[in-house]
């Protein structure tokens, strides 16, 4: 074998070795919500004292407004845990008489997925049940009270690097809430979002992001991320390592401005960039440009 054959096989092997590691990592993390899905509400708002409620609801109503329409056929939440998004984009439709025809949830906890269809029980709309190959078993046809808004709720279980259950161009809103860090291959997340978008579709990002220039304010709520939250954490759900992962999935994860880059990269023309309270969380809004008219 020759120098160059054998270099293109080590290459080829640390590849594998490394997408390897990558797939054991992800399935950590999913494990890693699937233990902390019981008690993920009550840690969520007791260490954002209850906050991120209104960032969510922000963001909804910019999504809504940049869409500019009074019928949507599909909003999809990726990553949609609990359920928290889907609720607020079921009840901001409801106040503003939007017809919006299907929401679906997408997440690789199995047992955030459980806790969702208990909470989303309670909103009204047909509800879909979910199975663990991420197809729906059963759709209850009754609505659970009179509604403005008929809306069909779906959970399936499944990641966002992979929306294969969706057809291209099928997506009005695409969502993901503090998820995408959560995501080691985002890139390839982000070209699904695009993929699955219909022109003039947007996608919605809300996250943690990292700081590349840290203020005397972002280091005094790194203190309370890296060293406070975790014991807070540990003493709800006693699991110590799941609220450690989050400060450093901060750290190693991309900012709001090199995510509006990568956007561009897959064809998504970023829109907005939205700062809540003092850079704590932020908000990418994105669209996927509407497809030329060829008037020749």
Known sequence: MNSQAHNTQTKDQHTKQEAQ???IAQKNIIAMFDDIAKDYDKTNRILSLGIDISWRKDAVKRAYK???TSEIERIVDVACGSGDMIKH???YALESNIALSEIIGIDPSQEMLKIAEKKLQTIGGSFAKVDSS???LEEHSQKLESKK???KIA??????KDLSTLQSQSVDILSISYGLRNVLEYEQALREFARVLKPGGIVVVLDFFKKPSPSLLDRIIGIYTKHILPCIGYLISRNYAAYKYLPNS???FISPD???LAFEKVGIKPLEIKSYSAGISHLVLGQKPCEKVDKS
Do not use: F, P
């Open 258 to 260: 090199e995510l509006a």
């Open 66 to 68: 940049a869409r500019n």
């Open 155 to 160: 959970l399936h279980l499944g990641e966002a």
């Open 134 to 136: 991420s197809r729906i």
């Open 149 to 151: 808004v008929d809306s």
């Open 21 to 23: 590691k990558t797939i």
């Open 89 to 91: 984009w079921y009840s």
């Open 250 to 252: 901060m750290e190693e």
